[in-house]
């Protein structure tokens, strides 16, 4: 059964950065999908960003490209996503998400594996 654990949330100023990180338990990742998800206030679930258990194939949503970057380290059986120049926008609760399917385009997997999130807030 797959365990997820995000941490490295917390407070930064616009323009910052912070690495979020999620940690996977009783499974390594070579066959796992991991998504990257936000809820802001009041506002819905969003997709974030994906990384594909087939060729490691990474995706964002239009948003955070050129600020975000997904990563996995299969060793530390850890998913990775850094994101800089942080806006008081993306403030949310951050929660990842894992698949256990072999496919080259996770944009549109759904995910029965979560976390239970990490809370970002950019603010000065």
């Known amino acids: 059964q797959v365990q997820l654990v995000e941490s490295g949330g917390g407070l930064v100023q616009p323009g910052g950065s912070l690495r979020l990180s999620c940690a996977a338990s009783e499974v390594t990742l070579d066959y796992i999908a991991i998504g990257w998800f936000r809820r802001a206030p009041g506002k819905e679930r969003e997709w974030v960003s994906c990384i594909s258990s087939r060729n490691s194939n990474t995706y964002y949503t239009d948003s955070v490209k050129g600020r975000f970057t997904i990563a996995r380290d299969n060793a530390k059986n850890t998913v990775y996503l850094q994101m800089n120049s942080l806006k008081a926008e993306d403030t949310a609760v951050y929660y990842c998400?894992?698949?256990?399917?072999?496919?080259?385009?996770?944009?549109?997997?759904?995910?029965?594996?979560w976390g239970q999130g990490t809370q970002v807030t950019v603010s000065s």
């Open positions: 998400a894992a698949e256990s399917v072999l496919i080259s385009d996770c944009t549109t997997l759904e995910y029965d594996y």
